[in-house]
């Protein structure tokens, strides 16, 4: 497995790469929701092809007050785990590789970004469009994987992807959770043990608000649930088209219910689909 922290190493490499290449954007920490989504790609890429991962925690993304500093980083882990799920090549650049000291260009989502954790961490999708239009300009992948937890994101990637026309498959892969439900994510590592045992009544939670009819009705009882975790604050509890992230108006269409909560230190999103109901 070759290790690349420059733009201008990764492309020597890349110019004799023969088949597909696939991109799976990490920030590290991987767990095994990323190891989830490095084996997809290797399974995409075949035997001729490339999967390449990146590392790299993006300054951009995270607003003031947010947990960038405290990110955990634990690089040797995540090679280990790269190795293992058969990556051919990571790409984990310092901050001054990607970004100039006076970098002024950034790419900025308009509509979908202005939704559900929009308001909440302003800036935050501006710079995950920015760091990703980045890599996939340096790492031309054919394809990128990005988990489904983060619905908005893949929304919004999806979207600039075909706004900018980058030559990219975007493939969304299903959420890993733990056996008791709980979403898996590098932020888990920040509850308590007494935070960790009441995490999973989340996805509880958002499993009994979709036995509703109404996506008001789903949301309601999603949100009721929530609130009766002990500690738990809610961002938001919405039920939303899964495509626009517009309001859900029926179940006739297909629908996302989606939460972002605070639960100590870690800011948990999750979400569940709302299968139109014909
Ligand atoms: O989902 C993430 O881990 C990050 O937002 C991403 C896509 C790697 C961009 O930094």
């Not at 110019?15 to 399974?43: D, F, Q, Y």
Request: hydrophobic share 45%; aromatic share 6%.
């Amino acid at each position: 497995m070759k290790l690349f922290k420059s733009p201008a190493s990764y492309r020597k490499w890349r110019s004799s790469c023969g088949g597909k290449v696939v991109l799976v954007p990490t920030m590290g920490a991987l767990h095994h929701g990323h190891e989830m989504l490095l084996r997809k790609a290797r399974r995409c890429a075949g035997k001729q092809g490339s999967v390449v991962a990146s590392i790299f925690v993006n300054p951009t993304q995270f607003g003031a007050g947010e947990d960038f500093e405290a990110y955990p980083r634990p690089m040797g882990a995540d090679l280990a785990a790269c190795r293992r799920c058969g990556v051919d090549a990571v790409f984990a650049p310092s901050v001054g590789a990607l970004y100039a000291r006076d970098a002024s260009v950034r790419i900025r989502e308009s509509a979908l970004g202005e939704h559900l954790c929009g308001p909440f961490r302003p800036g935050h999708f501006e710079g995950v469009c920015t760091v990703v239009g980045m890599l996939f300009l340096i790492v031309q992948p054919h394809a990128a994987l990005f988990g489904e937890k983060d619905w908005q994101q893949l929304a919004i990637l999806r979207r600039m992807t075909r706004d900018l026309h980058f030559p990219v498959d975007i493939i969304g892969v299903s959420t890993v959770r733990e056996p008791d439900g709980l979403a898996a994510s590098s932020r888990n590592a920040y509850l308590t043990s007494g935070e960790r045992a009441l995490a999973p009544r989340i996805h509880a939670a958002m499993k009994a608000g979709a036995t509703k009819k109404s996506p008001d009705a789903a949301a309601t009882l999603c949100r009721r649930l929530i609130e009766e975790i002990p500690g738990a604050t809610i961002d938001y509890v919405k039920a939303v088209d899964a495509a626009s992230l517009e309001p859900l108006a029926s179940r006739r269409s297909e629908g996302r219910l989606v939460v972002a909560v605070r639960l100590g230190k870690a800011r948990l999103i999750d979400n569940i689909p709302l299968p139109a109901i014909r």
